[in-house]
């Protein structure tokens, strides 16, 4: 059992859509990252949301962290072939640093 | 470039053989992680350290892994007796004092033939 899901595990969508992806998990985060990895390469850093209930875009994208500090969320806008990659959340609930089980996002043009 | 660096990129190795990587984090962060990650998967954690103290080790790392981060700047990952197993992309990640977030390396991927 992971300490952090993530779904869904894969999507394939046309470029122009809409779409969330969720991490959940039974434990509470004094805060959560969100990362976008591309293949051969380390994550990458997009957003850490603190506050329960918070809300923070980055330009398409959307992150939002549940009122009880225990999952949250992802929503992109008009996807793009960039946006493209595997989409990562993590977090430390006190003991050790978790990566959730990740998200392959795949745009087609 | 002040990033996290890692080396080398890309390690192909006999079984039994042993290899080192190295991490050097971003310069004025104090903590430094290895992380594994195979294909499609999220990082597992392997190990952690503040400064030169390593303060937690998976309990999934076997004895034929260590690290040492000797002056509390870069780190080395040992594996010894390499297993086809071990074939992954070994991942570093440095974090400030007080901040959240980990800032990652381009990772070592490791081939065990």
């Known amino acids: 059992t992971q300490l952090l899901e993530q779904s869904p595990q894969f999507l394939s969508i046309q470029e122009g859509e809409n779409l969330t992806v969720y991490c959940n998990s039974s434990s509470v985060f004094s805060s959560l990252q969100w990362y976008r990895q591309e293949p051969g390469e380390g994550p990458v850093l997009l957003v850490t949301v603190v506050t329960g209930g918070e809300v923070k875009k980055l330009k398409r994208l959307t992150f939002q962290f549940g009122d009880a500090r225990k999952d949250s969320s992802l929503h992109i806008t008009a996807a793009q072939p960039g946006d493209t990659g595997l989409y990562l959340c993590?977090?430390?609930?006190?003991?050790?640093?978790?990566f959730g089980t990740g998200t392959s996002l795949t745009v087609i043009p | 470039d002040t990033g996290v660096s890692q080396d080398p990129r890309h390690k192909i190795t006999k079984r039994g053989q042993n290899v080192t990587f190295r991490c050097d984090p971003i310069?004025?962060?104090?903590?430094l992680y290895w992380y594994r990650q195979t294909l499609g998967q999220g990082p597992e954690f392997l190990t952690y350290f503040q400064n030169e103290a390593q303060l937690e080790k998976s309990r999934l790392l076997s004895d034929r892994f260590s690290a040492e981060r000797p002056k509390g700047s870069f780190s080395t990952l040992e594996i010894q007796r390499t297993e086809q197993g071990d074939s992954a992309m070994y991942l570093c990640a440095s974090q400030g004092t007080l901040t959240y977030e980990q800032y990652f390396g381009p990772g070592t991927r490791l081939t065990v033939t």
């Open positions: 993590a977090g430390d609930p006190g003991n050790q640093f978790y």
């Open positions: 310069s004025e962060h104090n903590r």
